[in-house]
């Protein structure tokens, strides 16, 4: 049995390497076909009609951000449990970012704290909320979407952790993540421990073209060659700069490998929800370990297995010990250094506060084996259990 155990794992098969070393020999490894046929085939998986590939996900959070309209003062509503950079896309155009704690089952954003927020301020005061799909499980989109209209509030889904995963809407019909039926744009991660890697990735989606097209100009530079949008006509050659954007494009043999992990998530997913099983299942005469909870009405895309238990510390070094390197996800962000410099302290959110004292996530990837998970299993029973 190979150790170490993480707590998560890319898995490159033959056919990754052959589709990347197939651009590399190519005419283009950037701004090319391999791009344009990835955000293609990832707008088809998810049912969207329009994806914007980037170099990674916080730029494809802050392109969001730029584009849904997100200005200097503007207050937007995000939830604490997450990665910073579902709240620093917001400061990075000069947003106020107001965390709200999380429903202490699903770890999603409360929606009831959120409206309860709303309530207490006139309409107007926020313009916007960043909803997460944490550790793969899915919020009701459509139920957010009806207190945003109610409020005149923008949504970002940030879907990072649920690529194939979906929950069933008041019409029994099936709501992918990343569809943005009910949020105006979805923002995807293919970092290294995501169930699709392109090494590094982000991904915009959304039914609104203007939207997509600001979105897309923003990862190059603001540039167009649209000739339907220059202001002068002066040859093929010709671009124009409208507007201050970035580099944050992606690079061809990245998209490739992309694309062909895309091929295969459906895949992913089903093992990663046969690894939840047999944990639940494990796990299920232990009062002392909290498993993950998921509604009658989502499907659960697994990007982590969260368990909590009383003494999370004792825990973790002991797996540690065993080599089995579990994770921590995560520190409540209203918490860092930098939010607690803008005024939020600890207290703020009891509930999110209270769940990472106890929160441990253990290794979660479709190549985790099945030995390699009795281990876990094995070594989680020993140590809570002789308390």
Same mark, same amino acid.
């Given at each position: ?135 793969? #499980? ?7 979407? /009806? %207190?945003?209209?109610?409020? @005149?509030? +923008?949504?970002? $889904? ?61 990862? #190059? ?7 339907? /949008? %220059?202001?002068?006509?002066? @040859?093929? +050659?010709?671009? $124009? ?147």
């Amino acid at each position: 049995m190979d150790l170490p155990i993480p707590y998560g794992h890319q898995y490159i098969s033959d056919e990754d390497i052959k589709a990347v070393s197939e651009v590399l020999r190519s005419y283009y490894i950037t701004q090319g076909p391999a791009c344009e046929k990835f955000e293609k085939e990832f707008a088809e998986y998810v049912d969207v009609p329009y994806a914007g590939a980037a170099c990674n996900a916080t730029a494809s959070l802050h392109c969001a951000a730029m584009a849904i309209g997100v200005h200097s003062g503007d207050n937007v509503i995000v939830a604490p449990l997450t990665f910073a950079s579902s709240a620093s896309c917001i400061r990075m155009c000069g947003g106020n970012v107001t965390f709200c704690d999380i429903d202490p089952k699903t770890y999603i954003m409360d929606i009831n704290k959120v409206r309860d927020k709303l309530e207490t301020v006139p309409k107007g005061t926020y313009k916007g909320i960043v909803v997460v799909d944490f550790a793969g #499980n899915v919020a009701n989109m459509e139920e957010w979407r /009806k %207190l945003a209209d109610e409020y @005149g509030l +923008w949504i970002i $889904e940030d879907a990072c952790h649920a690529p194939g995963g979906y929950f069933i809407d008041s019409k029994g019909q099936k709501q992918l993540c990343g569809s943005s039926r009910y949020s105006g744009i979805t923002v995807f991660s293919f970092h290294p421990v995501k169930h699709i890697t392109a090494g590094e990735g982000g991904m915009v989606c959304t039914r609104n073209k203007a939207l997509a097209d600001h979105m897309i100009s923003l990862h #190059n530079h603001g540039t167009t060659r649209d000739p339907n /949008k %220059l202001t002068k006509v002066d @040859g093929g +050659w010709y671009y $124009e700069v409208q507007e201050l954007g970035w580099n944050y494009r992606i690079t061809d043999f990245q998209a490739a490998l992309g694309a062909s992990q895309l091929h295969r998530n459906d895949q992913g997913v089903k093992r990663r929800r046969q690894i939840a099983d047999r944990y639940n299942e494990a796990f299920a005469s232990c009062p002392d370990i909290i498993t993950p909870y998921v509604e009658p009405n989502v499907f659960h895309a697994y990007h982590l297995y969260v368990i909590q238990v009383p003494d999370r510390k004792g825990l973790y070094d002991y797996l540690k010990e065993q080599q089995i390197l579990a994770q921590i996800h995560y520190y409540p962000l209203h918490l860092m250094p930098y939010y607690l410099s803008l005024g939020n302290k600890k207290g703020d959110l009891p509930v999110v506060e209270e769940y990472y004292e106890h929160c441990i996530s253990l290794p979660m990837f479709p190549t985790l084996t099945e030995k390699q998970q009795e281990y876990v299993i094995e070594h989680v029973l020993k140590f809570v259990n002789k308390k």
